[in-house]
């Protein structure tokens, strides 16, 4: 559904983000796009969205290049960026000019989703909390139905009430004929959400794997001593908290935050191990 | 689907700019016609049209920037340009809603309010010169001429033809927009400093390239390419008249080319826009 072949990228000629990048993207998953500040995330994110055009390579997007931003390629994706600025008009007023641009639109689950989100619908958009804008534009980015649902940084600003709904409805509304794109450097605000993890640092993909073929080839354990497997650890009450090469075939529940630490302190120990 | 242009694509973006943006450009409006009364109000001591009308079709050129910039001041914030640039429409919709609100509505409602406030004061004054201070009726056509009168006057050099006020107000319009578009912060003021910048670059530059032929010294003024007043060395002054056929090309150039470029750069530089 996205295909991304020797992409380079920069602000400045001299200095690039991105140089060769490749990368695919299918269908019926919910990818986090994990990396420290600046690594490039919204960057990405934007080249994608035809928002900032590549310096060269290829970007398709449901079968179309985003620099055209054609409106049959804008009706099928939709980007929550991280900082929302919204009009000075109600919810219903928003909906009225906005829904008829997506022809999927579903009004019926735009309503449900504020209500799960708890984002009360009659007041101006402008005069709600960052917060409360925030899962407005999350509720109609949902309700919009599109191919491609991007999201920057969407749980910046919420409650933490509000981040646990905001993952159920977000695992709820994925389909075989969506994809998700997640970016965050809050890695614990996917946890139980995302099916393929994808880290960039130093304008390069360190990991693009799935949950599943993580919790193959990693565990995450506490230890008292450290051995060869180990690509990190971190001090914790009970001895040291470590991501290990998993050689035994232990089950364990995947720590994001370690996990991501592991991949960026040890990228080509990863790599080897995951291809 | 057609990407170019839709019909109903079109409709419901004019529909969401003049939602949103009415309030301002309406506001806009109105300080447009204070402005004009207040002009007109000088008729009582002053008792010559000509000024408050030439002030008319300043405020009606000026304000046709400000009405641009404000349709178009999408881009100063990254999350304000994103949702306008991901609104599924083409380059040419969204172009062609700033040139429908500007020309096809702003204009005409510009010069109805215009005359009806000409014709609402003038009435009044040539009633009163007439009774109060016996004016003759050729003195009353010299000193309150209507509007309609000034626009199709082509030899009174105090009166600007119609053809001219258009050239201008779309040729501003034009600026504007590449202004708008090529600047993303304080659009309007830069794009104002280098018009200004432009225009005495231009005017310096013919002074300099027609005296460096001549070999005395000459003046062209601001933006007049088809005459030159040569001074010589015992101060006696010659005007040069390009002959019709340049003046014919340049007249073109100014009033046709000059406005149609900028408004086609600005129809290119919306498919060139990055956040």
Redesign the interface.
Known sequence: MINIQNLSFGYNRKKMLYENLSLSLEAGSIYGLLGKNGAGKSTLL?NM?????PVSGKIEVVKHNPQ?????F??N???I?????L?S?SIH?YLE??A???PKFNENQFYEYLKELEVPNDQKLSKMSFGQQKKAIIAFGLACNTQVLIMDEPTNGLDIPSKSQFRKLVAAALTEERLFIISTHQVRDLDNLIDQILIIDESEVLLKASITSINEKLCFKTVTELNENVLYAEDSLKGKTVVAANVMGEDSKINMEHLFNAVIANPNRVKEIFN | MNNTFNFRRFGLLLRKTIYEKGLVLGGTFILVIVLILFAYSSLKTARQSSFPQSMGFVIGLFSVTVWVNILLNNFSKKSVAASYLTLPCSHFEKWLSVFAITVLVYLPLFLVVFKVIDSLFLDYHRELAVTKFHYSAQQLEADFPYLTYSFTEKDNINRMPFSIFLACFLGLGGVAVVGSLYFNQKSYIKSALLFLGLSVALSFLGNLIFGAIVGEKTSTGILSFTKAVITTENTRFFTVNASESIQQIVKYFIMVFIPAALWLIGLVRFSDKEI
Not at chain 1, 49 to 53: A, P, Q, V
Not at chain 1, 81 to 85: G, H, I, K, R, W
């Open positions: 934007c969205m035809g928002l900032l055009f055209k931003r054609q409106p049959s804008l009706q994706v939709y980007f960026p991280e900082e929302v600025a009009p008009i007023t000019l906005y008829p641009f997506y």
